[in-house]
């Protein structure tokens, strides 16, 4: 029986020559600085796993590499970003990777796959506090936000869980130019609803064929 491989793929795995030989072939796409099979989508859970792979036990994905997790477009932020509520947790650090150590709470961190990740909301908040606030960050904020459905709203709750941080309304100011409206939102919410219960119709509906990568 042939051995399944990874759903992420690293030169632990395959000598890096024949993963980018395999690349050229069309079998394989980048994930970062992992590889993944064409069979399979680019999705949060391949890119949190090649995160993970990278920034090492113990540590959680936050700011542009979060942000990249949750769907923000564009290859993967190198070197990546993390953060750790206290050094004795890290078991060891991927090469070159940025870590800080902050307060944050553990509902604030989601485990996608065995990778802790920021959540989508804490995500945008750290974009936005950032001191050096770039096109690059708005438009990931405003991805992850749009994707994932975060609102300035539950932003703005996130952000005054810390109490009075500097710069504050600049923050704010940041959100409510990338986060979704709370109103779009429920409209969205309500539209999956009446999806999932749609009305029935006497005519019979006619099946599309699947679609395949």
Do not use: F
Request: hydrophobic share 40%; charged share 25%; net charge positive.
């Amino acid at each position: 029986m042939t051995e399944r491989l990874p759903l992420v793929l690293t030169k632990a795995h395959l000598p890096e020559t024949e993963l980018r030989a395999a690349a050229l072939d069309g079998q394989v796409y980048a994930v970062g600085d992992s590889w993944r099979s064409v069979a399979e989508i680019d999705d949060h859970v391949g890119r949190a796993i090649a995160v993970g792979l990278a920034l090492g036990a113990g540590v959680v994905a936050a700011e542009r590499t979060a942000a990249w997790v949750w769907g923000a477009r564009g290859p993967a932020p190198l070197p990546h970003s993390g953060l750790v509520a206290s050094p004795a947790r890290v078991k060891h650090r991927g090469r070159g990777s940025v870590i800080r150590q902050v307060v944050i709470d553990d509902d604030e961190i989601v485990v996608v796959h065995g990778v802790a990740v920021t959540t989508p909301a804490r995500t945008v908040v750290d974009l936005a506090r950032r001191e050096n606030w770039t096109p690059q960050d708005e438009a990931a904020a405003r991805d992850v936000s749009t994707q994932q459905g975060v609102t300035s709203t539950a932003a703005v709750a996130v952000l005054d869980r810390r109490g009075r941080l500097p710069h504050r309304a600049r923050t704010v100011d940041r959100l409510d130019v990338v986060c979704a409206a709370d109103r779009l939102v429920q409209v969205k919410d309500e539209s999956s609803r009446d999806n999932a219960h749609p009305p029935r119709r006497a005519r019979p509906t006619v099946t599309q064929p699947a679609l395949t990568r």
